[in-house]
């Protein structure tokens, strides 16, 4: 059992919910990294009443409340987590991907999150028939998210498919799933993106093939541990 009382990611002798939140280096460099205003001798202070009274009223004097989209709750837990994380299994997070973590959590809670994400799938048989194994994946996905959603394509085939399976016998089963998939959808869009236009998913697809084992991920933000598109 643990009796001592200080931090195990600086070393404070002295641990309290404030330092681990607001003043433990790792918690500073969150909070000057996320979108949330910080300013010396305002916030954040050693006390943890001032900074929820900054957080919660006086924030708002500087912007708006119905103009405010800052992820502070979701830093807070985020933060609090990945102190239990250090004490409990000995992981230290990285402060920028606690930062994008917590912004997609609140973006996703807004419900103006635009999902992304990426799988390196097995070969098919023709490339057609994996664009359309990577749509059947991604409604299958989307579906837990909402049941409104719009996709995005840079193959016109594919929209063609979708619009006239019967004009596609080779691809009758994989045509199937994707109908029987959009039954679950209250409104379902697929459209043509040029690729040129879409640059975020291109790299997301080349990156994902360059993995030698499964992997995936879906998110509102790319995670730190990917290498970031050129335009990002």
């Known amino acids: 059992m643990r009796c001592d009382n200080y931090c195990l990611r600086c070393g404070e002798p002295d641990e309290s ?5 607001f003043e433990c280096p790792p918690a500073l460099q969150v909070w000057s990294l996320s979108a949330t205003s910080t300013s010396p001798d305002i916030f954040p ?3 943890i009443y001032a900074n929820m009274d900054y957080l919660f009223w006086r924030k708002n004097n500087i912007l708006g409340p119905e103009l405010d989209r800052d992820p ?3 830093l807070i837990w985020f933060i609090w987590k990945a102190r239990n994380d250090k004490l409990f299994r000995g992981i230290d997070r990285d402060p920028l991907e606690i930062v994008r973590h917590a912004e997609s959590e609140c973006q996703a809670c807004m419900g103006k999150a635009q999902l992304m994400g990426t799988r390196n ?3 098919r048989e023709s490339p057609f028939h994996l664009e359309v194994e990577v749509l059947r994946w991604a409604m299958e996905n989307m579906l837990q998210h909402s049941t409104c959603q719009s996709f995005g394509t840079d193959c016109k085939e594919l929209i063609a498919m979708i619009k006239e399976p019967r004009a596609w016998p080779s691809f009758a089963t994989e045509l199937e799933s994707i109908e029987t998939l959009q039954i679950c959808f209250l409104d379902f869009k697929i459209t043509y993106v040029p690729r040129t236009q879409n640059q975020i998913s291109d790299s997301l697809a080349k990156i994902a093939r360059s993995f030698h084992r499964d992997f ?11 290498p970031r598109p050129p335009q990002l």
């Not at 919910?17 to 939140?21: G, K, L, S």
């Not at 995936?216 to 990917?226: E, M, R």
């Open 121 to 123: 799938h097995i070969r």
């Open 45 to 47: 202070v050693p006390s």
């Open 72 to 74: 502070y709750p979701w």
């Open 17 to 21: 919910a404030t330092h681990d939140i």
């Open 216 to 226: 995936y991920f879906i998110g509102c933000s790319i995670p730190v541990w990917l």
